[in-house]
């Protein structure tokens, strides 16, 4: 790792200032990614400001229907949250399974989906959930936050404050892992609002990061059932191939993950 | 057995200071004045170097040196050598190519060294490192050695003409061929074996420190074998006379074979403190390690299996190509002739077999032994093909097993081994029975009631351990002996060190090696330590592989022990005025046998060294050393039998039972060797469906240099093992052991891909059986 000086603001405002103070200055929430690419000298940040130890980060919350999840909250929080379990266990059962208990009560949603890793989970649930995402600037629907690999609409200095969504009628996440990174291989979101309309988002398995899936979406608005999932046709076209599966794998994961997904809401 | 003898379950001793975090392993170690180095390694698979400018480096904060390979040149330091020689068949030795310890003029694979930079701190060093300015010229390079040897490919070593390191063969060529035509059936396959990278806990690391006072050299290193790695410094690589090196293997965090080799690092982190003037240490991170530990494996076969109309196994014919990586590794000539080809008759009694070997440079890793070396690529051979020809033959793999076991010992194979003794249906019915082999159409049957593909497959393996008789080994190439070496020291009170050259890194050495004094003495295991991994306590030793620390370490230990124990009778006899036959040694005493006659142990002991009343001529002291050259290798066998679950949806195979069912012959310690066995299995269980090194065919940069993509086996890729042990005890050593270390890993994978190939119906499945490939083979089959 190159020396860098580390920072702990403990208000966005003071984070901000900081982060701006300097051209190479990278926030550093969880750290589940930055610190070890940092490790590999991949990544040489002159300064880190650490965003866990600001207040208005902090906290879960459901007012009425709509749902509200900190940006600093960790996915252990997240998976143990009662509130949530209530309203949309989806998200829960997401949040239980990244990575390991370490990762778990270290690394948080709002790192998560800044970083948008494309094999990440929470990114699949923003964009099936029709999540907002609210930053210290703005606020932008998740179909504009994920903007490609490792990409996102956040600008220089952007924190990203919350997430919000609308409480789902039923959702599920059902997730294949990379054998070796136990990230997810094919990880598919669906979601059906408390209007009857569905979202399905793929993570893990696009070419260009996470996306919906316009087929599985007719299909399952048309019929939320898993027999409607398997009989989705699912491209090859746009997806990943590395050496752990080609892109007609994850096509067929898409779909298997899909159905169980739905079997599972 | 007492309960802390022979046969009993005594917990390690060495796992309080392990779990406590107070092992020291040789990053642990620091010395006044240590510095650290970094090593620039090239990113090219293949490239000429135009240049290296260092001045840059030099100029960076805390850098001591920066050495390159031309300066290694100009001190005399030899090249890195493979010390095992063999010919081709047309009688010309093998093509070593040099093996620069820094590279000077070529690089050959990514993570060649062509730099080192020693600095105050690690961080300052790999700083400095980044700051060599190395100007390659970059060519072509090729990683598979199927195309390696093709024409056009590009060449690595002006030795090695097409790539060619020999092309040599075993067994008789004409009568194989002959067999395999007059044959009632012939089952052809071919095998690929999956290149492995050994990941040890414990990375390498090497502590060099010169003291200019006595023109003496000390190397901490993680070493299986410190004595060999003495010697081979010493003699090939001009880095100091014996007599001026002293290498220490302290704790050490596992090996797998990878810790054997001699490795550039250890060599230049020695030279570097002579250059430097300061102790040098380096250590290898997990990246590093992946780059340059030598790899394991990487075999591509083609087989016929020749059966007469009764199915009886009549030949066996084998062309293999294995894969040397770019240099050759210490024992890499070995691995895939003596150790592999000379297998290839497994539990079978077949006339006639023929194997054609030939070894291929790639820019590559080095590959050598891991974990069994040879013998799981000769086991996973030949049980897919054993398992292919009952499928074919309709019979059931186990009737064709046992139609050709051999049955009779001692039993001359015509490959060189001759089998000493063994039991392979006692293993068969043993494993069959505890994997309820019957009830497996039942549970084939639920499974199926829930969308799951259930199979069964099994393996019936041999190894030969007990690693080797000396003049055999010197006959066939080997460039040292292997024999090994014990020394028992009884103190002036009573307590013992057993001084063994046997290495433990893992294996448990401090307790197994202690019981048999405690058997033997009738003393407290806690009297007794063992000694190993240092050149300056132990003279000579040959080190810790191929499951030999028990039947030939351990055999020395008993020679000594014969000494010790006829020298402590005498002194004994000579106390109580008795006849010296008559001494009996039980629970810590000598004893007139049939009277109430008897001297205390310590109180022997006491006597040896205060030498006041000794036999007339008697030297005093009581400390007798032995070397011990095994008679023949040990063949340690046993059936295996994998039971899985394929979801034929994903591909993702689940192991719902496994089964191993061994017979090392006589057992030390059962915890520890089921330890063993449930480490070997659970790296076949990462050979067949998890672990693969994957290099770019086109660049050749390593695809799989960290966990994010080299699947490491994780406990919830383990089922619970179902562990039985047979026993034939071993007639060649004194103790009747065989040797358990590399069974598991060697008997595991063909058990495994029989299984998931029986589950889905397709037998045309290469290891590892990821997820991916699975599915596309249940697939290409109908499911």
Same mark, same amino acid.
């Given at each position: 790792?190159?020396?860098?000086?580390?920072?702990?603001?403990?208000?966005?405002?003071?984070?901000?200032?900081?982060?701006?103070?300097?051209?190479?200055?990278?926030?550093?929430?969880?750290?589940?990614?930055?610190?070890?690419?940092?490790?590999?000298?991949?990544?040489?940040?002159?300064?880190?400001?650490?965003?866990?130890?600001?207040?208005?980060?902090?906290?879960?919350?459901?007012?009425?229907?709509?749902?509200?999840?900190?940006?600093?909250?960790?996915?252990?929080?997240?998976?143990?949250?009662?509130?949530?379990?209530?309203?949309?266990?989806?998200?829960?059962?997401?949040?239980?399974?990244?990575?390991?208990?370490?990762?778990?009560?270290?690394?948080?949603?709002?790192?998560?989906?800044?970083?948008?890793?494309?094999?990440?989970?929470?990114?699949?649930?923003?964009?099936?959930?029709?999540?907002?995402?609210?930053?210290?600037?703005?606020?932008?629907?998740?179909?504009?936050?994920?903007?490609?690999?490792?990409?996102?609409?956040?600008?220089?200095?952007?924190?990203?404050?919350?997430?919000?969504?609308?409480?789902?009628?039923?959702?599920?996440?059902?997730?294949?892992?990379?054998?070796?990174?136990?990230?997810?291989?094919?990880?598919?979101?669906?979601?059906?609002?408390?209007?009857?309309?569905?979202?399905?988002?793929?993570?893990?398995?696009?070419?260009?990061?996470?996306?919906?899936?316009?087929?599985?979406?007719?299909?399952?608005?048309?019929?939320?059932?898993?027999?409607?999932?398997?009989?989705?046709?699912?491209?090859?076209?746009?997806?990943?191939?590395?050496?752990?599966?080609?892109?007609?794998?994850?096509?067929?994961?898409?779909?298997?993950?899909?159905?169980?997904?739905?079997?599972?809401? | 057995?007492?309960?802390?003898?022979?046969?009993?379950?005594?917990?390690?001793?060495?796992?309080?200071?392990?779990? +406590?975090?107070?092992?020291?392993? !040789? #990053?642990?170690?620091?010395?006044?004045?240590?510095?650290?180095?970094?090593?620039?390694?090239?990113?090219?698979?293949?490239?000429?170097?135009?240049?290296?400018?260092?001045?840059?480096?030099?100029?960076?904060?805390?850098?001591?040196?920066?050495?390159?390979?031309?300066?290694?040149?100009?001190?005399?330091?030899?090249?890195?050598?493979?010390?095992? +020689?063999?010919?081709?068949?047309?009688?010309?030795?093998?093509?070593?190519?040099?093996?620069?310890?820094?590279?000077?003029?070529?690089?050959?694979?990514?993570?060649?060294?062509?730099?080192?930079?020693?600095?105050?701190?690690?961080?300052?060093?790999?700083?400095?490192?980044?700051?060599?300015?190395?100007?390659?010229?970059?060519?072509?390079?090729?990683?598979?050695?199927?195309?390696?040897?093709?024409?056009?490919?590009?060449?690595?070593?002006?030795?090695?003409?097409?790539?060619?390191?020999?092309?040599?063969?075993?067994?008789?060529?004409?009568?194989?061929?002959?067999?395999?035509?007059?044959?009632?059936?012939?089952?052809?396959?071919?095998?690929?074996?999956?290149? *492995?990278?050994?990941?040890? +806990?414990?990375?390498?690391?090497?502590?060099?420190?010169?003291?200019?006072?006595?023109?003496?050299?000390?190397?901490?290193?993680?070493?299986?074998?410190?004595?060999?790695?003495?010697?081979?410094?010493?003699?090939?690589?001009?880095?100091?006379?014996?007599?001026?090196?002293?290498?220490?293997?302290?704790?050490?965090?596992?090996?797998?074979?990878?810790?054997?080799?001699?490795?550039?690092?250890?060599?230049?982190?020695?030279?570097?403190?002579?250059?430097?003037?300061?102790?040098?240490?380096?250590?290898?991170?997990?990246?590093?390690?992946?780059?340059?530990?030598?790899?394991?494996?990487?075999?591509?076969?083609?087989?016929?299996?020749?059966?007469?109309?009764?199915?009886?196994? !009549?030949?066996?014919?084998?062309?293999?190509?294995?894969?040397?990586?770019?240099?050759?590794?210490?024992?890499?000539?070995?691995?895939?002739?003596?150790?592999?080809?000379?297998?290839?008759?497994?539990?079978?009694?077949?006339?006639?077999?023929?194997?054609?070997?030939?070894?291929?440079?790639?820019?590559?890793?080095?590959?050598?032994?891991?974990?069994?070396?040879?013998?799981?690529?000769?086991?996973?051979?030949?049980?897919?093909?054993?398992?292919?020809?009952?499928?074919?033959?309709?019979?059931?793999?186990?009737?064709?097993?046992?139609?050709?076991?051999?049955?009779?010992?001692?039993?001359?194979?015509?490959?060189?081994?001759?089998?000493?003794?063994?039991?392979?249906?006692?293993?068969?019915?043993?494993?069959?029975?505890?994997?309820?082999?019957?009830?497996?159409?039942?549970?084939?049957?639920?499974?199926?009631?829930?969308?799951?593909?259930?199979?069964?497959?099994?393996?019936?393996?041999?190894?030969?351990?007990?690693?080797?008789?000396?003049?055999?080994?010197?006959? *066939?190439?080997?460039?040292?002996? *292997?024999?090994?070496?014990?020394?028992?020291?009884?103190?002036?009170?009573?307590?013992?060190?057993?001084?063994?050259?046997?290495?433990?890194?893992?294996?448990?050495?401090?307790?197994?090696?202690?019981?048999?004094?405690?058997?033997?003495?009738?003393?407290?295991?806690?009297?007794?330590?063992?000694?190993?991994?240092?050149?300056?306590?132990?003279?000579?030793?040959?080190?810790?592989?191929?499951?030999?620390?028990?039947?030939?370490?351990?055999?020395?230990?008993?020679?000594?022990?014969?000494?010790?124990?006829?020298?402590?009778?005498?002194?004994?006899?000579?106390?109580?005025?008795? #006849?010296?036959?008559?001494?009996?040694?039980?629970?810590?005493?000598?004893?007139?046998?049939?009277?109430?006659?008897?001297?205390?142990?310590?109180?022997?002991?006491?006597?040896?060294?205060?030498?006041?009343?000794?036999?007339?001529?008697?030297?005093?002291?009581?400390?007798?050393?032995?070397?011990?050259?095994?008679?023949?290798?040990?063949?340690?066998?046993?059936?295996?039998?994998?039971?899985?679950?394929?979801?034929?949806?994903?591909?993702?195979?689940?192991?719902?039972?496994?089964?191993?069912?061994?017979?090392?012959?006589?057992?030390?310690?059962?915890?520890?060797?089921?330890?063993?066995?449930?480490?070997?299995?659970?790296?076949?269980?990462?050979?067949?469906?998890?672990?693969?090194?994957?290099? #770019?065919?086109?660049?050749?940069?390593?695809?799989?240099?960290?966990?994010?993509?080299?699947?490491?086996?994780?406990?919830?890729?383990?089922?619970?093992?179902?562990?039985?042990?047979?026993?034939?005890?071993?007639?060649?050593?004194?103790?009747?052991?065989?040797?358990?270390?590399?069974?598991?890993?060697?008997?595991?994978?063909?058990?495994?891909?029989?299984?998931?190939?029986?589950?889905?119906?397709?037998?045309?499945?290469?290891?590892?059986?990821?997820?991916?490939?699975?599915?596309?083979?249940?697939?290409?089959?109908?499911?």
């Amino acid at each position: 790792m190159y020396a860098t000086n580390y920072h702990r603001p403990s208000s966005i405002a003071e984070a901000v200032a900081l982060q701006s103070a300097s051209n190479e200055a990278k926030y550093v929430s969880g750290g589940m990614t930055l610190i070890p690419t940092m490790k590999q000298r991949l990544a040489a940040p002159s300064d880190l400001v650490d965003l866990r130890h600001i207040a208005e980060l902090k906290g879960i919350s459901v007012n009425a229907s709509r749902v509200r999840i900190g940006a600093g909250t960790t996915h252990a929080e997240v998976s143990a949250s009662p509130e949530l379990a209530a309203a949309c266990p989806a998200i829960c059962h997401l949040a239980a399974h990244i990575g390991d208990p370490h990762v778990r009560h270290m690394g948080t949603i709002g790192g998560s989906i800044a970083n948008n890793d494309p094999a990440a989970d929470y990114p699949s649930a923003m964009l099936a959930l029709g999540a907002t995402i609210v930053t210290n600037a703005r606020e932008i629907p998740a179909d504009d936050f994920f903007t490609g690999l490792f990409e996102t609409a956040l600008e220089d200095g952007d924190i990203v404050v919350a997430v919000t969504f609308d409480m789902p009628a039923k959702a599920a996440y059902s997730k294949f892992p990379n054998p070796a990174s136990r990230y997810a291989m094919t990880g598919v979101f669906v979601a059906k609002a408390q209007d009857g309309s569905v979202r399905v988002a793929v993570t893990g398995a696009g070419a260009n990061g996470v996306f919906r899936h316009a087929g599985l979406e007719a299909a399952l608005s048309a019929d939320w059932s898993a027999d409607a999932a398997a009989g989705v046709t699912v491209d090859a076209g746009d997806l990943l191939s590395d050496i752990h599966g080609s892109a007609e794998y994850r096509a067929n994961l898409v779909k298997v993950m899909a159905k169980r997904a739905v079997a599972a809401a | 057995m007492g309960v802390e003898g022979i046969g009993a379950r005594v917990a390690r001793k060495e796992d309080k200071r392990f779990l +406590m975090g107070q092992g020291r392993y !040789t #990053d642990d170690m620091s010395v006044p004045g240590m510095r650290y180095a970094a090593f620039v390694r090239s990113p090219h698979a293949h490239a000429k170097i135009r240049s290296i400018d260092t001045s840059a480096a030099k100029d960076m904060p805390g850098v001591i040196a920066v050495l390159t390979g031309r300066e290694m040149l100009d001190d005399g330091i030899g090249n890195l050598i493979c010390g095992w +020689m063999i010919h081709s068949k047309d009688g010309s030795p093998m093509k070593m190519g040099a093996w620069r310890p820094i590279a000077h003029e070529t690089v050959r694979y990514v993570g060649d060294a062509v730099a080192v930079v020693v600095a105050d701190s690690m961080g300052e060093a790999r700083d400095a490192a980044e700051a060599v300015l190395v100007d390659y010229e970059v060519l072509p390079a090729v990683t598979d050695a199927v195309r390696a040897l093709e024409a056009g490919q590009p060449q690595l070593h002006p030795e090695a003409p097409g790539n060619l390191i020999f092309d040599w063969q075993l067994g008789d060529s004409d009568a194989t061929d002959a067999a395999i035509a007059a044959a009632a059936h012939v089952t052809e396959m071919r095998i690929v074996n999956n290149r *492995l990278a050994p990941n040890p +806990m414990e990375p390498r690391a090497a502590l060099g420190i010169y003291d200019s006072a006595e023109d003496h050299y000390t190397c901490y290193t993680t070493s299986q074998n410190p004595h060999v790695a003495r010697l081979v410094m010493s003699a090939f690589y001009n880095v100091a006379p014996e007599n001026k090196l002293r290498v220490i293997a302290p704790d050490v965090g596992g090996g797998f074979g990878s810790k054997i080799f001699i490795y550039p690092e250890e060599i230049v982190c020695l030279w570097a403190s002579k250059r430097a003037g300061v102790p040098v240490k380096w250590t290898s991170d997990r990246t590093e390690a992946f780059l340059t530990d030598a790899h394991g494996r990487d075999h591509v076969s083609t087989v016929k299996m020749a059966f007469d109309a009764d199915n009886r196994i !009549t030949a066996l014919k084998v062309d293999t190509i294995a894969n040397f990586g770019a240099y050759m590794s210490l024992f890499s000539s070995s691995v895939p002739t003596y150790l592999y080809a000379t297998l290839l008759s497994g539990q079978y009694a077949i006339p006639a077999i023929h194997a054609n070997v030939r070894a291929v440079y790639t820019n590559t890793a080095a590959v050598d032994a891991y974990r069994g070396a040879g013998r799981p690529e000769a086991t996973y051979l030949l049980e897919r093909t054993v398992e292919t020809a009952a499928r074919e033959l309709g019979v059931s793999p186990a009737e064709l097993r046992r139609i050709n076991f051999i049955r009779a010992f001692p039993h001359q194979t015509p490959v060189i081994m001759n089998y000493d003794a063994g039991d392979y249906e006692a293993s068969l019915e043993a494993a069959m029975a505890a994997a309820d082999w019957n009830g497996f159409p039942a549970r084939k049957a639920e499974a199926a009631s829930r969308g799951m593909k259930r199979g069964i497959g099994m393996s019936c393996y041999i190894e030969a351990c007990g690693i080797a008789p000396s003049a055999a080994v010197g006959s *066939l190439g080997a460039g040292v002996g *292997l024999w090994e070496s014990a020394e028992v020291r009884v103190n002036a009170v009573g307590t013992i060190e057993v001084l063994t050259g046997s290495h433990s890194h893992g294996q448990g050495h401090e307790t197994t090696f202690a019981q048999l004094v405690a058997e033997r003495f009738g003393v407290p295991i806690d009297s007794v330590s063992i000694v190993h991994g240092d050149t300056d306590k132990v003279q000579m030793g040959m080190g810790t592989y191929g499951s030999r620390s028990g039947a030939v370490g351990m055999s020395a230990i008993v020679k000594a022990l014969d000494k010790v124990e006829a020298k402590a009778k005498k002194i004994a006899a000579h106390l109580m005025e008795a #006849d010296e036959s008559d001494i009996v040694i039980e629970n810590g005493a000598l004893k007139v046998a049939g009277t109430d006659k008897s001297v205390p142990w310590f109180q022997m002991a006491l006597a040896a060294y205060t030498a006041h009343n000794l036999p007339s001529g008697m030297e005093p002291g009581l400390k007798e050393g032995a070397f011990y050259d095994p008679s023949n290798f040990t063949f340690p066998a046993g059936c295996y039998i994998a039971e899985v679950e394929v979801d034929p949806e994903t591909g993702k195979t689940t192991i719902v039972q496994f089964v191993a069912a061994d017979d090392f012959g006589n057992i030390i310690n059962p915890m520890i060797v089921e330890g063993q066995v449930h480490g070997g299995i659970a790296q076949g269980i990462g050979q067949a469906l998890l672990e693969g090194v994957h290099y #770019d065919p086109e660049t050749g940069q390593l695809l799989t240099a960290s966990y994010m993509d080299y699947t490491m086996p994780r406990a919830d890729d383990l089922p619970s093992f179902k562990v039985s042990h047979q026993v034939t005890p071993c007639p060649g050593n004194p103790l009747g052991i065989k040797g358990c270390g590399e069974a598991g890993a060697i008997g595991s994978p063909p058990a495994l891909i029989n299984a998931i190939t029986d589950a889905i119906g397709n037998n045309d499945l290469t290891m590892p059986a990821t997820p991916q490939k699975v599915w596309a083979a249940a697939l290409a089959a109908g499911n």
